[in-house]
Each structure stands twice: as C-alpha cells, then as structure tokens.
Nanobody, 119 residues
Framework: VQLVESGGGLVQAGGSLRLSCVASGSSFTINTMGWYRQAPGKQRELVAVITSRSGFTNYADSVKGRFTISRDNAKNTMSLQMNSLKPEDTAVYYC?????????????WGQGTQVTVSS
C-alpha cells in the first residue's frame, strides 16, 4: 500500500490549508486513516483519525473545532481541512492508514508534508 500526501505549504496565522492523502495498492481494505504530525524536537502525535466503515472521527484537543477530517471510501482518499491555523500547528504532517492486507492488519505511512504557519 502506498500513501501519497499533498497540500502542505506556508500560510499565515489564521489562514487555512487542506491536506489530502491517497492510498493505492492491491488487495487491501482500509480500517482507519489518520493524520499525525511531528514538530522539531517533539514526538509524533495524533491529529485526527477517521474510520472507513462508520466515519467515526477523533481529534486531538489542540485542533478540535479548527480541523476537519473526511474520507472518500470509493477513492481511498482522506482529507484534512485546517482552519484558523496557529504557529504551533507547524510540523511535518504524516498520513497513516491501518489496513487489512492478506488477512494481516498493517500500518502504512506517507512520506510527510510540511506545514508552516507564520505569525
């Protein structure tokens, strides 16, 4: 399974960005997709996650009310709409997919996309 992210960039505080992630490959089904981020000198942290079947979502407290995760199961894509961005949102954002592949549950990661929020 390959994950390809897009949509990162530089934005001023208060602005918006939309990240997208596309999963491709063969013979897999997606359980959940999510976004994680890692700022310099910090551990990678969960930003938001969504389940494929029910669309249940979960967000980090720091982004609730500002970020919205969504998915398109038919296209194996996931997006993260980020509004009211703050400098502390600056990080490399990674797409994650938890999938069933050959009857085995696996995690896959994208290459990461940089989000920089200037004050």
């Amino acid at each position: 399974v390959q994950l390809v992210e897009s949509g990162g960039g530089l934005v001023q505080a208060g602005g918006s960005l939309r990240l997208s992630c596309v999963a491709s490959g063969s013979s897999f089904t997606i359980n959940t997709m999510g976004w994680y981020r890692q700022a310099p000198g910090k551990q990678r942290e969960l930003v938001a996650v969504i389940t494929s079947r029910s669309g249940f979502t979960n967000y980090a407290d720091s982004v609730k009310g500002r970020f919205t995760i969504s998915r398109d199961n038919a296209k194996n894509t996931m997006s993260l709409q980020m509004n009211s961005l703050k400098p502390e949102d600056t990080a490399v954002y990674y797409c994650n997919a938890n999938v069933n592949e050959d009857s085995v549950r696996r995690d896959y990661w994208g290459q990461g996309t940089q989000v920089t929020v200037s004050s």
